[in-house]
């Protein structure tokens, strides 16, 4: 029987597979650049077992480069607790893919970041819309929240807690209190030199991840150290 464009069925498309491929480029990148040592500890991060580990909040991740995967480290060794969640390990491979690692930390919003203008909406409603709306809508929520994921506190106006997403990454989260007509609010602070260690999305990504974490979302991906990527 012939089909007519009303009747032909079009083919399923194949699933996309965005983080996979993702994964990929960042780790063909990773292994083709071969980070030295001096590198490594400049970002600080260290070789463990034939892995490297990075630090992650109050956790490590042990990027594992001949199975191009991204692990939760188990303690201080080698162990792999659990597979890494797809943002995080993309965030640590291409922190540590980085190429300029001059230190500049000037604190700058994500609006001073010259290329991530075009993001800016996104970031106020995936971030700090976010944060306001959770973990921080109150500040005794925030601040015990911020202490459970191993934030520091810093001298600032409001509530402000610094957390190192990476050893080269720190964000700093500010909460203020409202008024009887506004609502609290909050700022997210970088180090300027965030710039050249992270691609723009990672920036954002990396702000998520704190409010991720101080939602009680856990560093590793829901299944456990064997969970097939979906």
């Known amino acids: 029987m012939n089909q007519t464009p009303e009747t032909r069925v079009s083919p399923i498309p194949p699933r996309q597979r965005p983080y996979e ?5 960042a780790f063909e990148r990773l292994k083709r ?12 991060a260290v ?17 594992d480069l001949e199975g191009q995967d991204v692990f939760v480290a188990g303690g201080d060794s080698g162990e792999r607790r659990a597979r890494a969640g797809h943002a995080w390990a993309l965030v640590a491979l291409h922190h540590v893919c980085a190429a300029d690692l001059r230190v500049d930390s000037r604190a700058v919003s994500f609006s001073e970041f010259t290329d991530c203008q075009g993001y800016v909406g996104v970031f106020a409603k995936r971030v700090i819309g976010r944060f306001l709306a959770t973990s921080g809508r109150t500040r005794e929520q925030f601040e ?38 506004l609502g609290a609010g ?45």
């Open 144 to 181: 015990a929240a911020s202490l459970r994921i191993g934030g520091k506190r810093i001298a600032a106006p409001g509530v402000a807690c610094a957390f190192n997403v990476l050893p080269r990454v720190p964000i700093i989260v500010v909460w203020h209190a409202g008024d009887e007509d």
């Open 21 to 25: 491929l993702a994964l990929h480029l």
């Open 186 to 230: 909050a700022n997210v602070i970088y180090h300027a030199d965030a710039a050249h260690l992270l691609p723009a999305e990672d920036r954002i990504v990396a702000a998520e991840l704190v409010i991720d974490a101080l939602n009680g979302k856990q560093i590793a991906e829901n299944g456990g150290a064997h969970a097939q990527r979906c």
């Open 47 to 63: 070789r463990q077992e034939g892995m490297i580990r990075i630090p992650a909040l109050a956790e490590s991740l042990l990027i």
């Open 33 to 44: 650049d071969g980070p030295s040592d001096a590198k490594l500890h400049a970002l600080g």
